[in-house]
T-cell receptor, first 114, second 114 residues
Framework: DQQVKQNSPSLSVQEGRISILNCDYT??????FLWYKKYPAEGPTFLIS?????DKNEDGRFTVFLNKSAKHLSLHIVPSQPGDSAVYFC?????????????FGDGTTLTVKP | DAGVIQSPRHEVTEMGQEVTLRCKPI?????LFWYRQTMMRGLELLIY????????DSGMPEDRFSAKMPNASFSTLKIQPSEPRDSAVYFC????????????FGQGTRLTVV
């Protein structure tokens, strides 16, 4: 049972436009969510996170939105840049209840075209 | 700090041989994680340690896999005997506070078992 799902394996956008990456989860005990970015031949690097007590967190060009009722979160990148081309992983964990391990989605490959 | 250091970066071995992957976490991080990434299963947690003690090894695929953390600055993941289906990229990561906080990943070890 995959508790964190990224249903779009790939996404292609034009430079300067918005990139929206989506993530769905099934475990209602998850209360902390993170996005990681991964370049080829490197390990994932942390990008941005959000606690379940919030519905939005912003860091520069990156904004994460959380919809708890829909068990859905999204990462918005505005404006998109060619250097953003990478694989993006969504991860979720149950920090307060310790009821579940941090679980990663399968990733979405973002390609930003110049 | 140089970040999480993994060695070797690449390992090619014959089926049946013992393989040892090494990891040096970031100094001061109390949590250490071993992940495996494959095309079929994505990024999956194998085991994690807190203060050098294994906490959850339920992700370890079978008894051929073992992990140790003899001190705060070193961990090993051993596969004995190795099989072709063990071929994957193995990541080590560390974090200060475990779940819900960002984890810092090493560059990974690409293991090929022929």
């Amino acid at each position: 049972d995959q508790q964190v799902k990224q249903n779009s394996p790939s996404l292609s956008v034009q430079e300067g436009r918005i990139s929206i990456l989506n993530c769905d989860y099934t475990n209602s005990m998850f209360d902390y969510f993170l996005w990681y970015k991964k370049y080829p031949a490197e390990g994932p690097t942390f990008l941005i996170s959000i606690s379940s007590i919030k519905d939005k967190n912003e860091d520069g060009r990156f904004t994460v939105f959380l919809n708890k009722s829909a068990k859905h979160l999204s990462l918005h990148i505005v404006p998109s840049q060619p250097g953003d081309s990478a694989v993006y992983f969504c991860a979720a964990s149950a920090v307060n209840t310790n009821a579940g391990k941090s679980t990663f989605g399968d990733g979405t490959t973002l390609t930003v075209k110049p | 700090d140089a970040g999480v250091i993994q060695s070797p970066r690449h390992e090619v071995t014959e089926m049946g041989q013992e393989v040892t992957l090494r990891c040096k976490p970031i100094s001061g991080h109390d949590y250490l994680f071993w992940y495996r990434q494959t095309m079929m299963r994505g990024l999956e947690l194998l085991i994690y340690f807190n203060n050098n003690v294994p906490i959850d090894d339920s992700g370890m695929p079978e008894d051929r896999f073992s992990a140790k953390m003899p001190n705060a600055s070193f961990s090993t993941l051993k596969i004995q005997p190795s099989e072709p289906r063990d071929s994957a990229v193995y990541f080590c990561a560390s974090s200060q506070q475990g779940w819900g906080t960002e984890a810092f990943f090493g560059q990974g070890t690409r293991l090929t078992v022929v």
